[in-house]
């Protein structure tokens, strides 16, 4: 996930441009670029590292022009080097992209046939040259861009300049946010209008396939047809963009809304982006010879228990299906509260995973104290670091998602599948279960999550309004298949705990046995449905409920006219390796219950009876 500026006006760019990448830095810091106009031309700057790199490398020039673009990176495509850097440049047109296009392999593959040269290893070149190209034989940068456009398939949030059109900035989206600042004489453009919110107030959200073209001072929307369309200029409130919510109705929708950030955090401890492999010296190690033993005792164990409670356990359960397919050994997963009373039978040579967001869930403690008291040699995955739990470990490995005010867990959830997709990966590798050149390609794909998700809560729209509809139904059944019915139980979850409606998670398999029953015109059957192994049982599954007059909400992957055919309500997620998958599909299922919350008046960051951490029994 990576942050983009752009601006136009009577200040120095340079001075607007970096203040508003510091501000974004949040979404990515591991190189920066700025394109300014100067002397006829987009002089470009990148480097490597943090801003500050950057800052030092421009801080002693000058540029004469009034407009430019810039980048902060988190590198999903290519070494974080600067040659990889954003802004790419080719024959005087200049870009910077926040997300990812996902068939950047066969575009480069038709441009190197034709003789394009290529400098870096990223997506976002490849961007760069189908526009140069374009812009050859085309009236203007608008008209190349609207024939590269549909080429694009992926996340992406692109600013493009142009040394044929030194006052133009074209901005366009699909997925990613972008949003354009109108001041007096002078207009920004930013992922987050955190960027140039004290320069003002007054925004244009772009939605997904609208472009806009900034010609000096002004602008102008059009649609993805070139037709120009009217966008409302709204005024955020400085105070609240600028408070703890950041403009957001709720801590929990910020939350949500920083899943793409904090997966990107979650997995840069743990993940070299060189060399795309797995740093397991991260775990809380301290080079201690207890640590180094409780890391053979992981690499070697013979079974995996893991404990926790709610939303962690579920997390717990993806892990179960992760590391048997991934690791092939056996995983147990048990709830805390259970594991610490049923006497559970321990094998010494297992190795016991404890997953809390507080670090100070009460029956969780309890189950990590057993399984030391048993001999076992334990793991914490926490959010909070030097809780207890954490501390009562042997190795430690961290969410890393920020602090999580929601009582409903969202941000801390994602962090977690996103780490214990990284453990598996290594514990596969360590245990040669997968080669190396596999671990790259399965830390590619992970790499690439934070850019997918912003793709996918760019639907929040689409929830709201399908919530006005959903929130008057008796009940919600949410069916899965494999790694999804962990997701299905997840999605259950937060209906209850936000909605306060009954809500259950079952595997798809299961509507036979019983849940069937349930279904008729007032129950609403939530399917995750994605193209992948199991997806042929899981329509069937949806057939049985729909056939029973169940409201079908279906969340598939890709162009699936069949899925959308069967159901009221369909979102298309984008497709991914099936690890990725669950992943993608949470975001619908707590957009989904949130909105529904909300739309029934109840407090959604506080939901009655529940509290953020049980540090009781
Ligand atoms: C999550 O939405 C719930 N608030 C709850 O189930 C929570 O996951 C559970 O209490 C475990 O908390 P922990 O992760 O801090 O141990």
């Known amino acids: 996930m990576c942050g983009i500026v752009g601006?136009?006006?009577?200040?120095?760019?340079?001075?607007?441009?970096l203040s508003g990448l510091k501000k974004l830095e949040y979404r990515g810091y591991d190189s920066a670029g700025v394109a300014i106009h100067n002397a006829g031309e987009f002089k470009v700057y990148r480097a490597a590292g943090k801003l500050a790199e950057l800052e030092e490398k421009v801080s002693k020039v000058d540029f004469d022009?009034?407009?430019?673009?810039g980048h902060t990176r988190w590198a999903t495509h290519g070494l974080p080097t600067e040659r990889n850097a954003h802004p790419h440049k080719v024959n005087g047109v200049s870009l910077v992209q926040n997300g990812i296009i996902e068939n950047y392999a066969e575009l480069k593959k038709e441009l190197i046939a034709n003789g394009a040269q290529f400098t870096s290893e990223t997506d976002t070149e490849v961007v760069t040259h189908l526009i140069a190209q374009a812009l050859a034989d085309s009236a203007d940068l608008m008209a190349a861009i609207q024939k590269v456009i549909p080429k694009l398939r992926g996340a992406y949030a692109i600013l493009v300049v142009s040394e044929n059109e030194p006052d133009t900035i074209l901005a366009f989206k699909a997925g990613p946010p972008l949003i354009l600042?109108?001041?007096?004489g002078e207009v920004f453009l930013a992922s987050d209008v955190q960027a140039f919110v004290e320069q003002t107030n007054r925004v244009v959200y772009l939605d997904d396939f609208e472009i806009v073209k900034v010609k000096g001072p002004t602008f102008t929307f059009y649609d993805q047809?070139?037709?120009?369309?009217?966008?409302p200029v709204e005024v955020v409130d400085i105070s609240v963009a600028t408070s703890d919510k950041k403009g957001f109705k709720h801590y929990m929708l910020k939350e949500m809304f920083e899943q793409p950030r904090a997966v990107a955090n979650a997995l840069n401890p743990y993940i070299d982006v060189e060399t795309k492999s797995i740093d397991v010296s991260r775990l809380g190690l301290d080079g201690a010879a207890t640590e180094i033993e409780a890391l053979k005792a992981l690499q070697g164990a013979e079974r995996i228990y893991i404990v926790a409670c709610g939303t962690s356990y579920y997390a717990g359960l993806y892990a179960k299906y992760?590391?048997?397919?991934?690791?092939?050994?056996?995983?147990?997963?048990?709830?805390?509260?259970?594991?610490?009373?049923?006497d559970p039978v321990l094998d010494k040579k297992s190795f016991a995973l404890f997953i809390s967001q507080s670090g100070e869930t009460a029956d969780t403690l309890a189950a990590l104290r057993l399984a030391k008291d048993n001999g076992l040699t334990t793991m914490s995955l926490c959010n909070t670091k030097r809780s207890t739990i954490d501390r009562e470990s042997n190795l430690h490995l961290y969410m890393n998602s920020g602090i999580e005010v929601g009582v409903a867990s969202t941000k801390a959830f994602l962090s977690t599948l996103a780490v214990l997709n990284t453990l598996s990966i290594y514990l596969a590798e360590s245990r040669n279960q997968i080669n190396a050149d596999e671990r790259a390609q399965l830390v590619e794909a992970l790499l690439s999550l934070p850019s997918l998700m912003e793709g996918v809560l760019s639907y929040d729209s689409f929830f709201n309004q399908a919530a006005e509809t959903l929130k008057n139904y008796k009940g919600f059944l949410y069916l899965g298949r494999g790694h999804n019915f962990p997701i299905a139980m997840e999605g259950a979850l937060k209906m209850k705990e936000l909605a306060y409606l009954h809500a259950e998670g079952y595997p798809a398999g299961?509507?036979?046995?019983?849940?069937?029953a349930l279904v008729d015109s007032q129950m609403v059957a939530v399917v995750i449905c994605p193209k992948d192994k199991y997806y042929d049982k899981t329509i069937s599954n949806l057939e049985e409920a729909k056939a029973r007059g169940g409201v079908i909400f279906s969340?598939?992957?890709?162009?699936d006219e069949e899925l959308e055919a069967m159901s009221e309500h369909y979102l298309s997620i984008p497709e991914s390796h099936w690890m990725l998958s669950g992943l993608l599909s949470v975001i619908p299922v707590q957009l989904l219950a949130y909105h529904v919350a909300d739309r029934l008046g109840h407090d959604v960051d506080q939901p009655r009876n529940l509290a953020k951490s049980v540090t009781v029994e």
């Open 7 to 17: 601006y136009f006006g009577p200040q120095a760019p340079k001075n607007i441009l």
């Open 65 to 69: 022009g009034r407009i430019g673009i």
């Open 181 to 184: 600042g109108q001041g007096d």
């Open 225 to 231: 047809f070139g037709v120009e369309i009217s966008k």
């Open 322 to 342: 992760l590391i048997e397919q991934l690791v092939r050994i056996p995983v147990d997963v048990d709830v805390a509260s259970e594991f610490r009373y049923r």
């Open 510 to 516: 299961e509507m036979k046995h019983g849940p069937l």
């Open 555 to 559: 969340i598939g992957t890709g162009q």
